[in-house]
Every structure is written in C-alpha cells, then in structure tokens.
C-alpha cells in the first residue's frame, strides 16, 4: 500500500474535500475545514480513516500533510481574491501528531504562507489531544511560535479525551472544537445540553473561540445559538465538498436560516 500511495501522490489522486463553518450570528460561511481525500482506481474515494495509518508507516505522513497544506493555503487565497467577505475566508488544516516534532516544521509552514500569499492570521492548525501530553513543553513552544507568526491554534474533538481540561489549560489555543458525540446528544441525553453550555462558558472565560463540530439538526443548531457558540459545522449546513462545488456555493452566496 505504501507503493500506491507513492503512485497515488505521484498521479495526483489525492484531492481535498471542504467543510464550511458557519457564523452562528450571521449564517454566512466564515471558513473551511481542509479535509484530505483519495480518490483511488478501484475502491472510489476514500476517507483518511481508510488511509492515514498507511500513509504514516510508509513515512508519507510529512509530506502528506505538507501538501495539504499547500494546496489547501493556495485554494484559501483564490477564494478570497474571488469572493469577498468581512472578515476574509479562513483555512483550518489538521496538522498530524507525529509531524509537530519535525524540526522544520515552523519554518516550512512560514515557507507555504510566504508562496501563497496567505494572512497567517486566516490558517488554522487543529491539533487532537494525541498530538502529545498536555505537558509537553517541545510541543507547547512549537505551537507558541507558531501563533507569534499569527496562526491560530485549534483543539480538535475536545472532550474525547482524559485529559482534556489539562490540554486547554496548558496549550495555547485559540479556538476550541467540541466533539459532535457531544452534539448529537443535545436534547436526546440528560445533562447534555448543560455539558456544552458548560464547556462554551469555560471557553469564553478563557477567551477561546468555539466551533461545534457535527450539527445535524436545526434543534442542534438552535441550542448552540442560545449559548452564544461562534461556529459550527456539519452535515445541517453541507457535507465536504470537492474545490468546484465549493466554489458555487460561495458564488451563490447562500445563507443558513438561523432561527
């Protein structure tokens, strides 16, 4: 598998897919969320579930990600020249656990930023609590310098893990992503709707900006309005789509009803 994926990079069957996030206040696509896809000869298109383990122990992992990068910074830029918003389109990329430990990696990022012409200040990088312990100082003073450049630092799947609330307090983060098990059971589960009401309070006090990840349902996206939540993403709004469905739908300028 580690030839095809060679073969796959080299015949350019990887492609990236793109989720809107969507402004709860306004209805309006505020960004997108880069999401990597393989489109293979004989099983279709595949998602990184399918493929990520792989493309890491071919050691593809790096230059995988650095790609997406790439492609995903130039596609930002397009999108901003063509359509123009306030504030701009933002790009977030998820940036692999193994590949915050390259040493180049802050200096390669800056590199991209630098050939697309990018704001750093519209990319951001999700980290998942795998990305390392919440005390890992090489860890912290990587993304530190990453934000001194102006990047925003997102908390991927927030409250997964065990030691969530150690990684919000010993990482800087600038925006927070709660998991959807966590949306899907608003109104279903006693005391679900008070734990996102809760973890949205602990953001704000922190100042942390939060987006809501797998809103299926109006209801869903309703309660999340009532707290305040900035963001939110899922199926409700749109399913990830490939570069030109993309752009007709931000050249439609379309507008989710809010409640």
């Avoid at 697309?116 to 919440?134: F, V, Y």
């Avoid at 990587?142 to 799947?157: A, E, P, T, W």
């Avoid at 997964?160 to 919000?168: E, K, R």
């Avoid at 949306?183 to 996102?196: E, F, T």
Wanted: net charge negative; aromatic share 10%; charged share 20%.
């Amino acid at each position: 598998i580690g030839m095809a994926l060679r073969e796959g990079v080299i015949q350019k069957e990887f492609r990236l897919h793109y989720q809107p996030i969507v402004s709860l206040q306004t209805g309006r696509v505020a960004g997108y969320e880069a999401l990597l896809r393989w489109y293979t000869p004989n099983q279709g298109i595949l998602n990184p579930d399918d493929f990520m383990y792989a493309i890491d122990t071919a050691n593809l992992i790096y230059s995988t990600d650095h790609w997406v990068l790439q492609n995903a910074c130039r596609q930002a830029v397009e999108w901003q020249n063509k359509f123009s918003s306030t504030p701009p389109l933002y790009i977030s990329v998820n940036l692999s656990a193994k590949n915050i430990k390259h040493p180049n990696l802050v200096d390669n990022i800056y590199q991209v930023l630098q050939e697309t012409k990018l704001d750093p200040r519209k990319l951001c990088l999700e980290i998942t609590e795998k990305t390392s312990a919440p005390n890992d100082e090489s860890t912290i003073e990587v993304l530190r310098k990453l934000r001194s450049i102006g990047i925003q630092i997102s908390l991927d799947d927030f409250g997964t893990g065990y030691s969530a609330l150690n990684y919000l307090a010993q990482f800087p983060v600038d925006v927070l992503k709660i998991d959807q098990s966590f949306i899907k059971m608003i109104g279903k589960k006693d005391g679900s709707n008070q734990i996102v009401e809760m973890i949205k309070a602990l953001a704000t006090h922190l100042g942390i900006i939060v987006v809501a990840e797998g809103v299926e349902k109006v209801e869903q996206m309703e309660f999340l309005k009532s707290i305040n939540c900035e963001y939110a993403q899922g199926y409700f709004y749109s399913k990830p789509l490939d570069a030109r469905s993309t752009t007709e739908l931000l050249k439609k300028g379309y507008q989710w009803e809010q409640g």
